[in-house]
């Protein structure tokens, strides 16, 4: 389980690594073995993940980055922890973040973030959404971070979704807005499938066409540059770049086991993903640092179970979903379909689309997600 350390109150928390197991990163990374006979080769992967890219990073770990530094920041963020339980498995432990907004007619708003991200996403957008009125609840989702992971299987996306359901009510919010990206989308749209007494409204920025597949068209609609570009990206994904999904989802103890033991090995992976995801997005040392040790630290093998207990193979599609949906599709995107792709499975109400942003967008493009879901808000009403 997570490291905390208790603060002022018995469920709120603040994450505090152990000396000994920075330590022991240390000396990891101090003995961190990088390939001696690639300088030069030009067959590789195109993902910008180079052996002199990983030098520099790792150069910069050993010597500058400061994770107490990390640490003091995250936890800044107003942190909790509650227990849930969802019918047929024990007993989960819970973290998230619950940041309240000003407004004297505040909208809870629950925000899910997916892989390989972290409940950290929340950061950049979160002020942005408390100024507009939002009262933001960002979970870390059952095996990651610092949420407990399920040891029985069968733990799929509707039981994510049962999970956080579970956290809403308990802070009292019996009727909310939800917002998701990648594994966010999926479950923000089970939520709303399943409690559509509660949730009265779905935001994602993600869509895949496992759960929301092309429809039958008697005529082919006409798209647009955009739309095309989407369909040629999600093509381009499913055959180049879906690898990651069949090894996360057959292997992830097996695969999660090699990761945790290599802090080079865990960064190297979550940078081919945020470089080929995003969409040119400047990532710094320390982002891709903190984004790998948020993963690294409590052990990257129980958010992996996630890619197996949905295995994209065996998936049911979801079926219709009358609850207002609201899309914000980025050009980066590289799982994006056309709107009228995704109004065959959903009641879409609000569509925007943005030339700027990739899978990240609460990360890369905070302003232009939380303007999105600001109006949405404002389409649907309360």
């Given at each position: 389980?997570?490291?905390?350390?208790?603060?002022?109150?018995?469920?709120?928390?603040?994450?505090?690594?152990?000396?000994?197991?920075?330590?022991?990163?240390?000396?990891?990374?101090?003995?961190?073995r990088?390939?001696?006979?690639?300088?030069?080769?030009?067959?590789a992967?195109?993902?910008?993940?180079?052996?002199?890219?990983?030098?520099?990073?790792?150069?910069?770990?050993?010597?500058?980055?400061?994770?107490?530094?990390?640490?003091?920041?995250?936890?800044?963020?107003?942190?909790?922890?509650?227990?849930?339980?969802?019918?047929?498995?024990?007993?989960?432990?819970?973290?998230?973040?619950?940041s309240?907004?000003?407004?004297?007619?505040?909208?809870?708003?629950?925000?899910?973030?997916?892989?390989?991200?972290?409940?950290?996403?929340?950061?950049?957008?979160?002020?942005?959404?408390?100024?507009?009125?939002?009262?933001?609840?960002?979970?870390?989702?059952?095996?990651?971070?610092?949420?407990?992971?399920?040891?029985?299987?069968?733990?799929?996306?509707?039981?994510?979704?049962?999970?956080?359901?579970?956290?809403?009510?308990?802070?009292?919010?019996?009727?909310?807005?939800?917002?998701?990206?990648?594994?966010?989308?999926?479950?923000?749209?089970?939520?709303?499938?399943?409690?559509h007494?509660?949730?009265?409204?779905?935001?994602?920025?993600?869509?895949?066409?496992?759960?929301?597949?092309k429809?039958?068209?008697?005529?082919?609609?006409?798209?647009?540059?955009?739309?095309?570009?989407?369909?040629?990206?999600?093509?381009?994904?499913?055959?180049?770049?879906?690898?990651?999904?069949?090894?996360?989802?057959?292997?992830?103890?097996?695969?999660?086991?090699?990761?945790?033991?290599?802090?080079?090995?865990?960064?190297?992976?979550?940078?081919?993903k945020?470089?080929?995801?995003?969409?040119?997005?400047?990532?710094?040392?320390?982002e891709?640092?903190?984004?790998?040790?948020l993963?690294?630290?409590?052990?990257?093998?129980?958010?992996?179970h996630?890619?197996?207990?949905?295995?994209?193979?065996e998936?049911?599609?979801v079926?219709?979903?009358?609850?207002?949906?609201?899309?914000?599709?980025?050009?980066?995107?590289?799982?994006?379909?056309?709107?009228?792709?995704?109004?065959?499975?959903?009641?879409?109400?609000?569509?925007?689309?943005?030339?700027?942003?990739?899978?990240?967008?609460?990360?890369?493009?905070?302003?232009?997600?939380?303007?999105?879901?600001?109006?949405?808000?404002r389409?649907?009403?309360?």
């Amino acid at each position: 389980m997570a490291h905390f350390k208790n603060a002022k109150a018995e469920l709120v928390l603040q994450i505090d690594i152990p000396e000994p197991e920075l330590d022991l990163l240390r000396r990891k990374l101090e003995l961190a073995r990088l390939p001696t006979n690639l300088s030069s080769e030009r067959w590789a992967e195109t993902n910008g993940v180079t052996v002199k890219k990983i030098e520099e990073v790792l150069q910069f770990w050993r010597e500058s980055y400061d994770w107490r530094k990390e640490e003091a920041a995250l936890n800044a963020l107003p942190q909790y922890a509650t227990s849930v339980t969802v019918d047929g498995f024990n007993e989960l432990e819970m973290h998230f973040v619950h940041s309240l907004s000003t407004s004297i007619d505040p909208v809870p708003l629950l925000f899910i973030h997916g892989w390989p991200g972290s409940f950290a996403e929340v950061t950049k957008i979160m002020p942005l959404l408390n100024n507009a009125g939002f009262h933001v609840v960002a979970p870390s989702l059952p095996g990651y971070g610092f949420s407990q992971c399920p040891d029985e299987p069968g733990f799929t996306n509707e039981h994510d979704a049962m999970a956080l359901h579970q956290i809403m009510l308990q802070l009292g919010y019996t009727r909310y807005m939800v917002q998701g990206g990648d594994w966010g989308s999926d479950i923000a749209r089970n939520l709303g499938r399943l409690y559509h007494d509660h949730v009265f409204a779905v935001h994602i920025n993600h869509i895949n066409l496992i759960t929301m597949p092309k429809p039958h068209f008697d005529d082919e609609p006409e798209y647009t540059d955009f739309e095309k570009r989407s369909i040629a990206q999600q093509a381009r994904f499913a055959e180049d770049e879906f690898a990651y999904y069949q090894v996360q989802s057959s292997k992830p103890r097996t695969f999660g086991i090699a990761l945790h033991d290599s802090p080079v090995g865990m960064l190297a992976w979550m940078m081919d993903k945020l470089f080929t995801w995003s969409d040119n997005y400047p990532w710094s040392p320390t982002e891709l640092i903190t984004w790998t040790l948020l993963h690294y630290f409590p052990g990257p093998t129980t958010a992996l179970h996630m890619y197996r207990e949905n295995d994209a193979s065996e998936r049911k599609e979801v079926p219709y979903e009358s609850t207002p949906t609201g899309v914000s599709a980025f050009a980066g995107e590289m799982e994006m379909v056309p709107r009228s792709w995704a109004e065959g499975t959903a009641n879409v109400v609000f569509w925007r689309e943005h030339e700027q942003g990739g899978h990240f967008a609460a990360w890369e493009n905070p302003e232009a997600l939380a303007g999105d879901v600001v109006a949405f808000r404002r389409e649907v009403g309360k």
